[in-house]
């Protein structure tokens, strides 16, 4: 499996919205707000690295209330 956080900055007050959208998607195991720069941390899980890239690009990206994002990639031979 490949993982990976997604740091995500949305438009003030859609937060919720946003969270609720990302549970839809099959890669997200977590979305929880936060306070800070950004203002939501996703938890990925995918079996490959392209269906991984695939929900980050195509899918939280492109999401209406979604301003920016980062994202950190969990090296396996540390997990």
């Not at 919205?17 to 707000?33: C, N, R, S």
């Not at 301003?67 to 969990?74: E, I, R």
Request: hydrophobic residues 45%; contains cysteine.
């Amino acid at each position: 499996m490949v993982l990976a956080f997604v740091l995500v900055s949305c438009e003030l007050g859609a937060e919720k919205a946003v969270i609720d959208e990302l549970k839809t998607f099959d890669a997200v195991k977590e979305a929880i707000g936060t306070f800070g720069v950004y203002d939501i941390l996703v938890k990925l899980e995918a079996d490959s690295d392209h269906k991984l890239n695939d929900t980050i690009t195509k899918k939280i990206r492109k999401m209406n209330k979604v301003g920016t994002t980062t994202t950190l990639m969990v090296i396996q031979e540390q997990e």
